[in-house]
């Protein structure tokens, strides 16, 4: 028996020593045939008694009054009373800390272990659910769609913001890791489908947003440490991915991500080159005229942006502009700044003679206003009057692909990278899907009970246990028509360039040629 008494000196063993002879003195009454007994008792007390320093007592069992029956076989009770007050505390402290680790370490275990089993259970009961309505999707033959999912009325919509779960439930025993992948680009070619799509894969973790951790020297230069504190928490078995289709782009790209894995897996999701510079473009055009129109008048004939805009207006609104877009020479990627310079350099691609250039044009020391470069459509941005093709047209030179795919080759093996095909990732993703499972080295996990196609969105959208969710409606705009003569113009321009980048890939993507 194990007694503390912090505040006594000796109080203890005298109390206990006073009780011990009361009862004694009542079983002298009662039961004189115990005298006997007692005083031998009261003998073994002065036995059994040690002074030790932490005030440790023997006392004979008999001194003790039985609470129940005593099954021991032992004559002497240990009585230890702790007399110095000081370490009475630290023996109290140490035993609190004790206490309370032994509690955190129990309720971290059966919080994780609750949450591990709710993890597996959702997504056995999605899959549940999703085999359930793909068989009732087969029953009703809806048929025009392709395949692998049927159409599927959804109430869920597209006013949403992002509406993908920005964030799983964090376990415990996880962390932030570097991506041991990166969606490289191509940008409007589908990276926030594809990589929304991956995450459906319980072994994929992903960014939310774009890091810009590699094209953007502000960032770099923060360091590896800042850009693993913006990516999401993991368990060692998964695989971060983080996707800034600018790296594709970027000329000091390649060799900073080989700085930190020379062994990362790359992922480039390209589109149909011409289509996807009139994607650019519509973005482009679309961010302009939010800038543009609380401010201006929209009385410019076919222009619909304000051409009467005032001149302060208009170079602020510029400016704000430039910052929007990036990598881009001007809000609709018409001037040819420093990276486009070197881009035909890297290229060697000589600029055409451009007659009326000048007029039709925005050069870099003409500033042009927010107003009239929103105002211009696609095809006088993409084609000079005289019919040659803008080549330094950003939308239209990061549609090169063998340009800057070129770049990682000289720094990435060709097996490192794989080239997903964006316009199939619309039409078909689960191919696309089952591919980089493949690559990525992770079991085939996405289904096509994880996709349905919404017939007001003309996308497919995802699947989840809690709700179907489409990407917001930046994604997948309505295209503005585009002269067909210059979509031909300029797919016989890129033909030359699509052979290229086949070459590179080692694939035929069969790209229109005209
Ligand atoms: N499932 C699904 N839902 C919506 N949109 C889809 C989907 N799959 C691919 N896409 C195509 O993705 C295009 C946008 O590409 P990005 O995400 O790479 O754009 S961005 O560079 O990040 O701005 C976007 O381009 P636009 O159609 O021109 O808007 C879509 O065509």
Not at 133 to 139: D, K, L, V
Not at 167 to 177: D, G, I, L, N, Y
Not at 494 to 501: G, I, K, L, P
Request: glycine share 6%.
């Amino acid at each position: 028996m194990l007694m503390l008494n912090p505040y006594s000196n000796g109080c203890l063993c005298s109390a206990l020593i006073s009780e011990f002879k009361q009862h004694h003195q009542h079983q002298h009454h009662h039961q004189q045939h115990q005298a006997s007994a007692s005083a031998s008792a009261a003998a073994t007390l002065r036995d059994c008694s040690v002074k030790l320093p932490l005030d440790i007592l023997w006392l004979p069992k008999s001194a003790m009054r039985p609470v129940g029956a005593d099954a021991s076989h032992s004559d002497c009770i240990l009585v230890v009373g702790v007399s110095r007050p000081k370490l009475a505390v630290v023996f109290l402290t140490v035993m609190l800390i004790s206490l309370f680790l032994t509690f955190h370490v129990l309720y971290d275990s059966a919080v994780y272990n609750i949450q591990a089993a709710q993890a597996v259970h959702e997504r056995h009961r999605l899959s549940l659910a999703a085999s359930a309505s793909a068989a009732a999707y087969t029953a009703s033959n809806a048929n025009h769609l392709p395949v692998f999912v049927k159409p599927v009325a959804s109430s869920n919509q597209l006013s949403h913001p992002m509406v993908f779960p920005s964030s799983r439930v964090h376990f415990p025993k996880t962390s932030r890791r570097l991506p041991q992948a990166l969606i490289i680009g191509v940008r409007k070619c589908g990276t926030r489908a594809l990589l929304e799509m991956l995450y459906l894969h319980p072994r994929i973790q992903k960014a939310g947003g774009e890091v810009h951790f590699f094209d953007r020297d502000e960032n770099y230069l923060r360091g590896l440490e800042w850009y693993r504190k913006k990516m999401p928490h993991s368990f060692r078995g998964q695989i971060t991915i983080e996707k800034s289709p600018s790296y594709f782009v970027s000329p000091e790209v390649p060799e900073r991500v080989r700085a930190m894995n020379a062994s990362i897996k790359l992922l480039l999701i390209v589109r149909e080159p011409v289509t996807r510079a009139i994607s650019d473009y519509t973005q482009l055009r679309s961010h302009a005229a939010t800038a543009i129109l609380p401010l201006a008048e929209s009385n410019a004939p076919g222009s619909g942006y304000g051409a009467k805009m005032p001149p302060t207006a208009g170079a602020s609104l510029y400016a704000k502009l430039q910052s929007a877009h990036g990598p881009y020479d001007n809000a609709l990627g018409s001037g040819a700044g420093a990276k486009e310079t070197k881009l035909r350099t890297a290229s060697g691609a000589k600029r055409r003679a451009a007659p009326g250039a000048a007029t039709t044009m925005s050069t870099p020391t003409t500033t042009p206003s927010a107003a009239q470069l929103a105002a211009k459509s696609f095809e006088e941005l993409a084609i000079f009057p005289n019919g040659t093709v803008n080549e330094a047209y950003r939308p239209l030179s990061i549609s090169m692909y063998h340009v800057h795919l070129h770049r990682w080759l000289e720094v990435f093996p060709r097996e490192q990278l794989l080239v997903v095909n964006g316009d199939r990732l619309i039409e078909d993703p689960l191919s696309q899907l089952k591919r980089i499972e493949a690559f990525l080295g992770i079991e085939h996990r996405v289904r096509s009970e994880h996709f349905y196609f919404n017939e007001t969105k003309g996308f497919y959208c995802l699947r989840y246990d809690n709700g179907d969710r489409c990407l917001r409606e930046t994604k997948g705009r309505k295209h503005p028509h585009v002269n067909p003569v210059v979509v031909s113009r300029l797919r016989k321009f890129f033909a030359e360039y699509n052979q290229r980048f086949y070459e590179l890939v080692g694939e035929d993507l069969g790209w229109p040629e005209e």
